[in-house]
């Protein structure tokens, strides 16, 4: 699945030219270590991973063979092993939201290892998003889906196989659930804070609990820190994240913008565009500006109901006609790149519309499955015939997995859009197909948590 010249051109054309040796450099330069120890090298790329911690050490993954095929992959401009959202971000000509940039701009370790790890290890969390899952909500899983917490795989072992890396790396990054509720967090913090203190720390913290604890660790280390707010209005803010009070989100905002400018560390904001805050684009740009940082749009693929990829194309031309009659500021840089970023999310509905991409409007499985099978012919000819099967197969071992409780998932299963399932699952296996269904679709019944 190799991108089209005329979309490398233009997309090489945004990055420094030292950077257009390959199509991403993740494969080179991180690592991300996720919640139930499937390893990637990158946060946005749930379908390849390269190794399972603790079956594999760290130092083996990082040095395994699954890791250097990905690097050969995106060096030949094939997005197939993972990366096909960033294939549609790159054809939608959304640079700003392109996750495959932001390696460009990190250092290349001389020693083989590394330059930066990006941390999901666990998910707890106090809010209940309405974009969310228990996947990455503690509370959602446990109130909204009625689950057992996860089990980690990260103890003290696991700390004592990291301070290999630390040495070489030039910056971390840390997701949650919320990361400042993360109790192994603290002891990474600390780790850090004696091998290799010059380690810029990254956080996407909701900013709903910075406790006197929390300030004392942001005062004294190299936080970089990212708000995810997802409305700049008291109610929706509260309907969209759940448990999460505007006025003290506000106050913790100003706290937090106020340390990064004296310590001279990043400050930004993080938004996800959906059909539920749509109408907000301008306000969220405008507050952005007032703080003087950058925002940073998140793509929204799943829940259905708030990705746009679910409305009907009226709805996406009445939306792209309201935000067209937007003139955003663009005074000083902070106030261009803001801009910049809004007009490509602009651009990501127009490429849906010229696209058709959407959410199938079928009722029966049979249906849906008539449909895709005349999808993947269309993208693979005759060959395509087997494709179809495969994936047909992983579906239904879904469903089955859900045992008398198919109902649900099946309509689930029906709310996936053609391109997303031929992408993301076409080359795993049925186990990790279920594990991808499990964490961002629906939460498998009594799963054993070790089999997926």
Not at 142 to 159: A, G, H, K, T, V
Not at 202 to 211: D, E, G, K, W
Not at 304 to 329: A, G, R, V, Y
Request: net charge neutral; with cysteine; hydrophobic share 35%.
């Amino acid at each position: 699945m190799k991108l089209d010249d005329k979309y490398l051109k233009i997309y090489n054309s945004q990055r420094p030219k030292e950077a257009a040796s390959t199509l991403c450099w993740a494969p080179q330069k991180s690592l991300y270590i996720g919640l139930r120890g499937n390893v990637y090298t990158c946060c946005y790329n749930k379908t390849f991973p390269i190794g399972k911690y603790p079956h594999t050490s760290l130092h083996d993954i990082w040095f395994s063979k699954q890791r250097l095929k990905q690097q050969e992959a995106l060096q030949n401009n094939d997005l197939s092993l993972g990366c096909q959202n960033c294939k549609r971000i790159i054809e939608a000509g959304n640079f700003k939201g392109l996750p495959a940039k932001n390696f460009d701009q990190l250092p290349l370790s001389e020693t083989g290892y590394p330059s930066k790890i990006d941390f999901e290890l666990s998910n707890e969390c106090n809010l209940e998003c309405i974009m969310c899952r228990g996947e990455f909500s503690s509370a959602i899983r446990r109130n909204r889906e009625q689950l057992p917490p996860i089990p980690s795989p990260y103890n003290d072992d696991f700390l004592t196989e990291l301070e290999e890396f630390i040495p070489q790396l030039d910056n971390c990054h840390f997701l949650g659930g919320e990361p400042f509720l993360i109790p192994i967090y603290e002891k990474i913090w600390e780790l850090i804070r004696k091998i290799n203190p010059a380690i810029r720390l990254s956080v996407q913290t909701n900013a709903t609990l910075i406790t006197k604890r929390t300030k004392k660790l942001i005062e004294s280390m190299n936080f970089d820190i990212a708000v995810s707010i997802d409305s700049v209005e008291a109610k929706n803010y509260e309907q969209i994240r759940k448990n999460g009070k505007f006025e003290k989100v506000l106050e913790n905002i100003t706290y937090l913008r106020k340390t990064c400018k004296t310590k001279g560390t990043n400050f930004t904001l993080s938004y996800c565009p959906m059909p539920q805050n749509w109408e907000e684009l301008e306000k969220i740009v405008a507050f952005a500006n007032k703080l003087n940082c950058k925002l940073y749009f998140n793509k929204v693929d799943f829940p259905k109901e708030c990705s746009f990829q679910s409305l009907e194309e009226n709805k996406l031309e009445e939306i792209l006609n309201f935000w067209k009659q937007i003139e955003f500021p663009e005074s000083d840089a902070i106030e261009h790149y803001n801009k910049s970023a809004a007009e490509q999310v602009i651009s990501q509905v127009f490429y849906l519309i010229e696209n058709q991409i959407s959410t199938p409007r079928v009722d029966s499985l049979s249906e849906y499955f008539e449909q895709f099978r005349s999808f993947v012919f269309e993208k693979e000819g005759k060959d395509g015939e087997s494709t179809f099967q495969s994936i047909k197969e992983k579906l239904l071992f879904i469903l089955n997995s859900f045992g008398e409780n198919k109902l649900e998932a099946e309509s689930k299963i029906l709310s996936i859009d053609y391109p997303s399932l031929y992408e993301g699952i076409r080359q795993v296996d049925k186990k990790h197909a279920l594990h991808l269904f499990n964490s961002f679709m629906l939460p498998v019944p009594s799963l054993n948590q070790n089999d997926v």
